[in-house]
């Protein structure tokens, strides 16, 4: 460290006022505190400091995203190897995944990073931090063999359209990562959806190779639900035996489907290390998985009116292990920033995310998958349900007020 | 500030004016950008959605508008002094209707593919803000000449935007401009795909946005201060 901390210190005059680069202090600013802990102090007054700032918390952010990144980038190995009918070594698996996912997270803290630190340098602001969960969020909701050149002209157009016209980090109204999600999803829906993108390889775009087991299906579980229900035997090149096998694989990620998505395991252990340091808002996450559960179990009852739609019938909780739900109610519906602010208003925006992903997932049959749809809609009412929730705290207090008053 | 200079300049009575005086060439410059009827007044935002897909539409409804309101314009100016105040909106929604009538029927004669593609969108000019903006914020209190002029430059300056939404629109959403394909086969052989955003309504919102904001911080007349 101590090295580092001397080069920084060299190169501060540069940076500073009347410095050759002085232009470019708010990228100096940037590496210098997201490297060191800045050694600001409150003159004044009696504040309270966390010693926790926004750069380190992201940090956290990142290392609770990384168990779910891990078993996702094996995953993608073995969904391919699986799907050629291969048994591949276990670390032969892992690199084959890693060199499939990291130059999606490459390319999209690059091309994240860049825009950033272009408009601040033309805002002359510091640089935001805000792009080190979403440069990391974004490659694990795409599929791994998504174009580079569209993940790039997703993540510009998430960073600037998302996040930069609203005035950077702390002001956007949608989540960026999810921004950039939809953008691909409506844009190149080709490329992020259907039953050809979840497996890596090109299989069948390489017109129907014949070298893939017997019985391939590239559908997520999701697309299966809707086809078949819950009753689900055979996903990419993997036949279950039964449906505990089926569950277990989708337990610990062992699934197709977006990179960081498939593993509730990995994305659990992820919730422990957000709640534990109290990053993320437990109070969301289990609203989220509450409002799930219970539009489940709803359309789970009326499942027997409706026979032409065997998602309906589907075990409630299958909802929480498959699909981006688990890992949107984790990561993407904490979002300090896009998420209600008051404490109720936190259980009330999470539970209809729950509502409304499940809703879109099992009514519309153009959407398997609705979480996404469902936080970005839920990001644009957060306001709104802050303002009622506080306005009714208003009202209440009043009229306690008056009742003393006259009492 | 411009009301002094009108009094100043009639006061003379100036024995040759010019064509254009510079308050004329004003009517029709201010709205192309100062005041521009889409990206400062914030009128017709519908149509700027829906017929922008293609440049082709995109075209003939602006011909469309600024028809109309050239000569709902001269029509209302026309008619200032004898419409009561009660009853103005109803002869502005005749006079306005009739012209689309008029385009509508001229469309599906000399336009047949145009006209269908634009279906319901010549009828709905008749509710296009600007048309009935204009005739209630200029030609009720002018003179033909002068309110030719602002119909001329505000469907001007709603055509600038339409045409620039539309050539974004097409070219990226579409890989073509006018229906000529511009982006050679082997960009599509290397792994290019048109934008599907792009053909999607909001995506025009957010080009206008767009507008908006380069308009902003290029013009700084238009910065709000607060």
Redesign the interface.
């Known amino acids: 460290m101590k090295p580092l901390r001397n080069l920084m210190d060299k190169l501060e005059p540069n940076f500073q006022e009347g410095g050759k680069w002085h232009k470019y202090w708010p990228l100096y600013d940037g590496f210098a505190t997201f490297l060191f802990t800045p050694g600001h102090a409150t003159g004044k007054g009696a504040h309270i400091r966390d010693s926790i700032d926004l750069k380190r918390t992201m940090a956290m952010v990142i290392l609770a995203m990384v168990p779910a990144m891990l078993i996702g980038m094996y995953n993608v190995g073995f969904q391919h190897f699986r799907a050629l009918g291969e048994e591949a070594a276990f670390m032969d698996t892992f690199l084959y995944g890693a060199l499939k996912v990291l130059p999606l997270i490459i390319v999209s803290y690059g091309v994240g990073l860049g825009v950033e630190f272009l408009f601040c340098i033309i805002k002359g602001h510091q640089i935001n931090e805000g792009f080190l969960v979403s440069g990391m969020l974004i490659p694990l909701v795409c599929p791994p063999d998504l174009?580079l050149?569209?993940l790039a002209?997703a993540v510009i157009f998430a960073v600037v359209?998302g996040k930069e016209?609203f005035g950077g980090t702390g002001m956007n109204v949608l989540n960026v990562a999810l921004t950039a999600r939809a953008?691909l999803f409506?844009?190149?829906?080709?490329?992020i959806s259907g039953d050809k993108v979840w497996i890596s390889g090109n299989l069948v775009a390489a017109g129907e190779n014949a070298n893939v087991v017997d019985g391939y299906t590239g559908e997520t579980a999701l697309a299966q639900f809707a086809k078949v229900g819950g009753e689900v035997s055979h996903l990419g090149g993997v036949a279950y035996d039964g449906i505990s096998d089926f569950l277990m694989a989708g337990f610990i990620g062992l699934v197709p489907g977006s990179v960081g998505e498939t593993s509730a395991l990995g994305i659990l252990l992820g919730a422990l290390i957000l709640i534990a340091t109290g990053i993320g808002s437990w109070r969301i996450m289990l609203s989220v998985v509450a409002g799930g559960l219970a539009m489940g179990y709803l359309l789970n009852g009326v499942a027997g009116m409706f026979p032409d739609n065997p998602y309906l019938a589907i075990p409630p909780f299958y909802h929480l292990i498959f699909g981006g739900f688990a890992f949107g109610a984790v990561f993407m519906a904490t979002d300090p920033v896009t998420a209600s602010q008051t404490p109720t208003g936190k259980y009330i925006y999470g539970f209809l995310i729950g509502v409304l992903a499940v809703i879109i997932r099992v009514l519309n049959p153009a959407y398997p998958e609705g979480m996404m749809l469902a936080i970005l809609f839920m990001n644009v009412m957060a306001p709104l349900i802050d303002h009622y929730v506080i306005q009714s705290n208003i009202k209440r207090r009043l009229k306690r007020t008056k009742a003393l008053a006259h009492a | 500030m411009s009301t002094e200079t009108t009094v100043q300049e009639k006061a003379p009575k100036a024995p040759a004016k010019p064509l254009f005086t510079a308050k004329d060439r004003k009517l029709i410059t201010d709205p192309l950008d100062d005041d521009n009827p889409i990206t400062v007044q914030v009128l017709g935002i519908c149509s700027a959605l829906a017929v922008t897909v293609q440049l082709k539409p995109a075209l003939f409804l602006c011909m469309g508008v600024l028809f109309v309101m050239v000569f709902g314009s001269a029509t209302i100016s026309l008619l200032r002094n004898l419409v009561p105040s009660r009853v103005r909106i109803i002869v502005q929604l005749v006079v306005v209707a009739a012209l689309v009538t008029v385009v509508d029927l001229a469309l599906k004669a000399l336009a047949y593919d145009v006209s269908k593609e634009l279906s319901v969108f010549v009828g709905l000019i008749i509710t296009n803000c600007i048309v009935m903006g204009r005739l209630e914020a200029f030609a009720l209190a002018n003179k033909p000449g002068p309110s030719i002029l602002d119909a001329f430059g505000n469907a001007l300056g709603y055509s600038v935007i339409l045409i620039i939404v539309a050539i974004f629109r097409e070219f990226f959403g579409s890989g073509s401009i006018m229906g000529f394909n511009l982006i050679p086969q082997g960009f599509y052989d290397m792994g290019y795909v048109n934008n599907g955003l792009f053909i999607l309504p909001p995506m025009a919102l957010i080009l206008v946005g767009i507008i908006i904001w380069v308009q902003r911080s290029r013009n700084k007349k238009l910065i709000e201060a607060n």
């Open positions: 174009p050149w569209m002209v359209i016209v953008f409506f844009a190149y829906p080709a490329d």
